[in-house]
């Protein structure tokens, strides 16, 4: 077999395995900004609010939180960085009321008395979904 053939062959395969691998499905959080950043997420699953923390994700650095195809329509995000030398921080938030737990770990079920701002993201149907932090 000639060199362009063996490339045309070659290309075939790729292009054939390419389309036969399915395409990513996650709920993905990817940090823009210039400083690490811990991350809340929450949703509602058609009962109540759950909200989770703490994922550390690094500048320019994503990280999936929830793989495979979205369950839910709407998610929820915020994020803080940690103090630095001179006690400033930054926060991501939006205009949504949640709870958070600092600086532990958690998981928080329902809103009630929460007072913690998420953006909200409208996911829809979608199967994938990447925020993202500036």
């Known amino acids: 077999m ?5 490339s ?20 993905q959080v990817c940090n823009d ?9 929450g949703y ?11 994922w550390e994700i690094p500048s ?14 709407v998610y929820y995000v915020y994020a803080i960085s940690p103090e630095d030398e001179y006690g400033n921080f930054e926060v991501w938030s939006g205009d949504f009321a949640l709870c ?6 958690f998981e928080i079920t329902g ?3 929460c007072d913690t701002l998420f953006f909200e993201i409208e996911a829809g149907e979608s199967e994938n979904m990447t925020f993202r932090l500036e």
């Open 2 to 6: 000639t060199w362009p053939r063996r």
């Open 8 to 27: 045309i062959l070659f290309a075939a395969v790729l292009l054939w395995t390419a389309a036969a691998m399915p395409a990513a499905a996650d709920f």
């Open 33 to 41: 900004s210039t400083k690490v950043a811990h991350v809340s997420v």
């Open 44 to 54: 509602y699953n058609n009962e109540t609010y759950l909200t989770r923390g703490w």
């Open 60 to 73: 320019s650095g994503c990280l999936v939180i929830y793989p495979g195809p979205l369950k839910w329509p």
């Open 100 to 105: 958070i737990h600092r600086p532990n770990p």
């Open 111 to 113: 809103r009630a008395g």
